[in-house]
């Protein structure tokens, strides 16, 4: 198929010509010479193979041709025109949607107050928040399917950026009522040989804590398991264990679990930004990543 080759300003000509049926009253409105809007029209009319407008010495009118162009013309200019609002708000930051994808516990404690502060500085942008486990978080930025995201892994991946953002221990959550939970610390080694409440194998908090434990003579038992550690902390609540949990998954006003930092050894974890490589942020995307940084970065 032949490329047609036409700029924008000859397709303005046509229309406004074609709406005036005059080239004196289409070239006022365009602030153009009559013979300039005529040449421009004359261009369009070459590039296309086809007389679009009958010139009489009094009036214009459009050809067979001219009135089906006229209709394309038209839209052509009225979806150009929607283009460049939508680009506009976005550079604007009016409106706009940014998706991140995070780990549970990120979308319980850290987000809420960093969405709260991007709401009110830009009202119309729209947050979608895929709130999944870490392999998940991992995958829907590799497939784009997330602008961003926040997870404590993916700094091994060649094709992402990972951005430190903060850092969390590890601790302790047990009852209020629970006899520890007076303590400043509890030591690794003092949950040997207890019944514990842990997210299963498939997670990432898990596989770092059986690497921390595998020393231990009389290890602890997982004595349940859930897939999330907002299921943990409810069977912690009901007082069927206690768990070893990252700090930011429970919320220190909670009104019946509390947490105590575990040491010997501290154990803590890093969350980042994730971001592809090959990946730009748009205006709106780039504007919450830096709300993220000013009211989480650098603790």
Known sequence: MQRIKFDLGELVAFVATADK???????????LSPPALSR???RLEAALGARLLERTTRHVELTAVGHEFLQEA?????????AVQRVDDQVKLRRGRVT?????????????????????AQPEVQVHVIDEGAQQVLDAVL???????????????SSLHFEALTRERY?????????????????????AGLRLVSVSHHSGNRMLLDQVMAGFADRP??????????GALAL??????????????????HAQVCAVPLTAPDVWRTLGLLQRRDRVLGPTAEALRQCLLEVHGRR
């Open 21 to 31: 049926a005059s080239f004196r009253l289409a070239a006022e409105s365009l602030f």
């Open 100 to 120: 991140i994808a995070c780990i549970p516990s990120v979308a319980t404690n850290l987000l809420p107050p960093v969405l709260r502060t991007f709401a009110s």
């Open 40 to 42: 421009r029209v004359e």
């Open 74 to 82: 038209r839209r052509a200019l009225a979806g150009l025109d929607e």
């Open 236 to 253: 912690v609540e009901a007082g069927l264990g206690l768990a070893t949990i990252p700090q930011m998954a429970l919320r220190s006003d």
């Open 221 to 230: 038992v997982a004595w349940y398991e859930c897939n999330h550690v907002a």
């Open 171 to 191: 601790v302790l959550a047990m009852p209020r009522s629970h006899p520890w939970a007076t303590r400043e610390q509890v030591p690794w080694a003092e949950l």
């Open 143 to 157: 497939r784009g399917d997330a602008d961003f995201g926040l997870s404590f892994t993916g700094s091994q991946e």
